[in-house]
């Protein structure tokens, strides 16, 4: 079974530039997620989709930060502008859906390491 | 107080031993709870859900304690393989979804 894919998995660009980041879940997994991952810190939640509608994007700075999933698989995130601060791994995952159980076995994919200078 | 805690580590241990860290979190209402592994510059990976009667794999067994809010997780036998970071993860859905990753305890096997 192919796992979530993301590209691209490495990206440097000078704050105030945008950037976009792919991922394609795992065939047949209704929910994704986008997180941020700081050196040191473990994953935040940025945005969960089910399908193609969002469940939480609380934590999404939407002044600079946004995401779409067309058509309920294909996802990006795109930063525009950058900041230093957001130079971090960005981490994709997918999941399936069970009820509202709050059961979530996520599998991420590699990820795409962004360096903003 | 952080909503996920973690001792951050690093545990430093002989291979053969057995080890045990803990995770506690904040919310009472949480609802799932899971162990994460994650090897240095790569991406988490399931290790193991946590049930609430506990639940073991191989050398890996997973306890939930409600009452103290906490989850832990035990290595025996540990390999030099076992060397990584773990993470905890605790979920609460209610009219949306919150999940809330720990910053990982390190863990490092010495021959």
């Known amino acids: 079974e192919a796992g979530v894919a993301q590209s691209p998995r490495y990206k440097i660009i000078e704050k105030r530039q945008s950037v976009a980041f792919w991922c394609n879940p795992i065939?047949?997994?209704?929910?994704l997620y986008w997180y941020q991952q700081i050196l040191g810190q473990g994953p935040k939640l940025l945005i969960q989709?089910?399908?193609?509608?969002?469940?939480?994007d609380s934590q999404l700075p939407k002044d600079r930060f946004s995401a779409e999933r067309l058509k309920g698989v294909d996802s990006t995130l795109k930063i525009q502008p950058a900041k230093l601060e957001d130079s971090a791994v960005y981490l994709c995952?997918?999941?399936?859906?069970?009820?509202?159980?709050?059961?979530?076995?996520?599998?991420f994919g590699p990820g795409t390491r962004l360096t903003v200078t | 107080r952080k909503e996920v805690e973690q001792d951050p580590g690093p545990f430093n241990v002989p291979e053969g031993a057995t080890v045990a860290f803990n995770c506690t979190y904040s919310?009472?209402?949480?609802?799932?709870f899971f162990w994460y592994r994650q090897d240095c510059r790569k991406e988490p990976k399931l290790l193991m859900s946590?049930?609430?009667s506990g639940n073991e794999d191989g050398r890996f067994t997973a306890q939930l304690n409600r009452a103290s809010q906490y989850i832990s997780l035990l290595i025996r036998d540990s390999k030099l393989s076992d060397s990584a970071t773990y993470l905890c993860?605790?979920?609460?859905?209610?009219?949306?979804?919150?999940?809330?990753f720990g910053s990982g305890t390190r863990l490092s096997i010495r021959p």
């Open positions: 995952a997918s999941s399936l859906w069970i009820g509202g159980t709050g059961i979530y076995e996520q599998y």
């Open positions: 065939s047949g997994h209704a929910t």
């Open positions: 989709f089910q399908n193609n509608g969002v469940v939480d």
């Open positions: 919310n009472s209402a949480s609802q799932s």
């Open positions: 946590v049930y609430s």
């Open positions: 993860v605790v979920t609460l859905y209610s009219s949306a979804s919150k999940i809330i």
